[in-house]
């Protein structure tokens, strides 16, 4: 079963960015915003920092492949970035959710008086991911569509989110939950919900 996770996630993160890199390289964008990806290579980078932690905790395969997986989505999103530079604009949006992903972030780091600690990163994430994504939502919903986000990208997310968070709800189980397993629980969790959100409104525009 691990296996079979570590595999599918690794083929569904290029069917989930492929149609994306082809549409940003032709100049059609609609319905995507510069913030979300930009916010979304803090997430894998986050994601990656706590597996590497969960790994330290506790030396298996499950987390060493956790490990790869977030490394993999930091190349990839990071050659989004770097394509969308052309295509993705910063609009208002983009300002108002990382104005919100801020003050949710700066407020959960105050609170817990630390910016190390699993838990606080596994908050982070979990605005990193839910504020974009519901932010997503709305902006589908105002562009009456999203051409830019093609259905093989959104069921290529539901194919690599959800089988990750089984693969972590797996290493905790198997190993024990560890804070950086719990912190990874808490963004995957949030991911996987947000995402939902984001797939029903696209099927109803």
Not at 32 to 47: D, E, R, S
Request: with cysteine.
């Amino acid at each position: 079963m691990v296996r079979f996770l570590f595999w599918l996630q690794i083929a569904m993160a290029w069917v989930y960015t492929g149609p994306q890199v082809l549409r940003l390289a032709q100049g059609r964008a609609e319905g995507l915003n510069l913030a979300i990806y930009a916010i979304f290579m803090t997430y894998v980078a986050l994601g990656l920092s706590l597996a590497i932690q969960s790994y330290r905790e506790k030396r298996e395969t499950v987390r060493r492949n956790t490990i790869i997986i977030f490394a993999q989505w930091v190349v990839f999103i990071g050659l989004i970035l770097i394509l969308g530079m052309r295509v993705l604009v910063w609009t208002t949006g983009d300002t108002v959710v990382s104005v919100t992903v801020a003050i949710l972030s700066i407020a959960t780091i105050w609170r817990a008086k630390s910016l190390t600690d699993p838990m606080v990163k596994g908050f982070l994430s979990m605005w990193c991911k839910a504020v974009p994504q519901l932010w997503l939502t709305a902006t589908i919903i105002m562009a009456g569509g999203a051409d830019g986000l093609p259905l093989w990208t959104l069921v290529a997310g539901h194919l690599t989110s959800i089988p990750r968070l089984a693969q972590v709800y797996i290493q905790g189980t198997r190993g024990g939950w560890d804070k950086p397993t719990k912190g990874l629980m808490i963004g995957e969790t949030s991911n996987v919900a947000t995402w939902t959100v984001v797939t029903v409104v696209w099927m109803l525009f």
